[in-house]
């Protein structure tokens, strides 16, 4: 049974902090929320085998 890996909130406001982001910032709270419901999935996709995948193409738009 793998274990789930979970982000606390301290290592969140240190990341947060090395990116610039204000500590005291209020929005910081639910930005939290949200990455600590993502994170489980970042093990998830580490373990895809993408070896025999092509890139997608990037649709570059002509500038006017």
């Known amino acids: 049974m793998e274990k789930t890996v979970?982000?606390?909130?301290?290592?969140?406001l240190s990341?947060?902090?090395v990116?610039?982001?204000?500590?005291?910032?209020?929005h910081l709270e639910e930005l939290?929320?949200?990455?600590?419901?993502?994170?489980p999935n970042?093990?998830?996709?580490?373990d895809?085998?993408?070896k025999e995948t092509e890139p997608m193409m990037t649709l570059v738009l002509p500038r006017e």
Not at 19 to 26: A, I, K, R, W
Not at 32 to 39: A, E, G, R
């Open 48 to 50: 895809i085998d993408l």
């Open 19 to 26: 990116l610039g982001l204000d500590e005291e910032d209020y």
């Open 15 to 17: 990341m947060a902090k």
């Open 42 to 46: 970042f093990k998830v996709a580490e």
């Open 32 to 39: 939290f929320t949200y990455v600590d419901k993502l994170f």
């Open 6 to 12: 979970r982000l606390d909130k301290e290592t969140f």
